[in-house]
C-alpha cells in the first residue's frame, strides 16, 4: 500500500512541475534578463536589448529565434551578445509605457528613432534607464558606446524584424 502512496505522490509532484513550468512559457531560459539597472551597464561596448512581455503571441514567435542566435553567436566573434528584458516583471514595467495616441496604434513606433508620434517614447541616444521608453513588444534596441558613453537605438519593432535582424547579424 505505501508503495503505491510513494508512485501517486510522484505522479502528482511530476504533474504540478509540468503544469508550473507550462504556465511559465513566456520564461526566456537560456537568455540572460537584465533589469532596468543593468540595461547600461553591460561590460561588452555593443549588445541587444530584446524586449518582451508574457502573453504575447509575437514575442513567442520570436523566441526561438532569439535562442539559435545566442547559440550562434557564442561561435560568431563578430555577432553581438543579446539580452532579454522581461517587461511583464513588475520591478521592469516602469519602461513599458503604451501610446494613447488612437489614430497610430497602441505603443506603434513611427519613425526609425524609435519614437511614437507625439514624441512621447523615446529609444535613441537615450543613457539612462529612467528615461528609456518601450512601447511595443517585442522590441529590440540596440546599446552601444558612443564617444564614451553607453546609448540606445531603436533597431526594430515586431517578431518578423526582429528574425530578419537576428539572422542578418549572423550573416556578416
Not at 36 to 58: A, L, M
Not at 64 to 82: D, E
Request: aromatic share 12%.
Amino acid at each position: 500500500m505505501r508503495k503505491i502512496y510513494k508512485v501517486l505522490l510522484l505522479m502528482l509532484v511530476m504533474s504540478a512541475t509540468f503544469i508550473l513550468s507550462a504556465c511559465n512559457s513566456s520564461n526566456m531560459s537560456g537568455i540572460k534578463n537584465l533589469t532596468q539597472q543593468q540595461i547600461y551597464t553591460q561590460k561588452e561596448d555593443r549588445y541587444y536589448v530584446f524586449f518582451y512581455r508574457e502573453n504575447c503571441s509575437g514575442c513567442e514567435e520570436v523566441k526561438p529565434y532569439v535562442l539559435k542566435y545566442i547559440k550562434q553567436a557564442k561561435k560568431n566573434s563578430k555577432a553581438r551578445k543579446i539580452y532579454g528584458f522581461n517587461l511583464s516583471d513588475e520591478k521592469n514595467k516602469l519602461i513599458y509605457r503604451t501610446n494613447p495616441d488612437k489614430e497610430h496604434g497602441q505603443g506603434s513606433y513611427i519613425n526609425s528613432s524609435g519614437e511614437t508620434v507625439k514624441g512621447i517614447f523615446f529609444v535613441d541616444e537615450v543613457q539612462k534607464w529612467d528615461d528609456l521608453y518601450i512601447g511595443t513588444t517585442p522590441s529590440l534596441i540596440s546599446v552601444r558606446v558612443i564617444d564614451g558613453v553607453k546609448k540606445s537605438y531603436f533597431i526594430c519593432s515586431g517578431h518578423a524584424k526582429i528574425i530578419d535582424t537576428l539572422n542578418s547579424e549572423l550573416n556578416k
